[in-house]
């Protein structure tokens, strides 16, 4: 992963801040891309940017695949990929609205031992 200088600010205010969270062996697995993606979207959630509600009153993050390709300058595959581990351990959960609509995903919080 080439990392920007936007990415390189982003990442050193975030990272230490959950990396405690990825002590149980439920998350050893995925990779580094997607714990600092994690990261990232709970860094969003804390900014209050991107970030909407639904009906229930649940936050969600819209279009997050379009911001982390360029944040982290990735490709499109590579936050596919991530999507994928994440939604696995279940730290995250995409939803997809409509057709023709961005994509929104509901962040879930890591369980700490």
């Not at 969600?60 to 581990?85: A, D």
Request: charged letters at 35%.
């Amino acid at each position: 992963m080439k990392i920007n200088g936007q990415a390189k600010r982003i990442l050193k205010k975030i990272i230490f801040r959950y990396i405690e969270e990825y002590e149980d062996d439920k998350y050893k697995d995925i990779g580094l891309n997607s714990k600092v993606a994690y990261c990232v979207y709970r860094d969003l959630i804390g900014q209050n940017r991107n970030v909407k509600k639904d009906k229930e009153g649940k936050v969600y993050i819209e279009n997050p695949r379009k911001y982390l390709m360029n944040t982290l300058n990735v490709s499109i595959n590579t936050v596919t990929k991530i999507h994928k581990e994440l939604n696995r351990v279940g730290l995250i959960k995409d939803v997809w609205d409509d057709v023709g609509k961005p994509n929104i995903v509901y962040i879930n919080y890591c369980e700490t031992p």
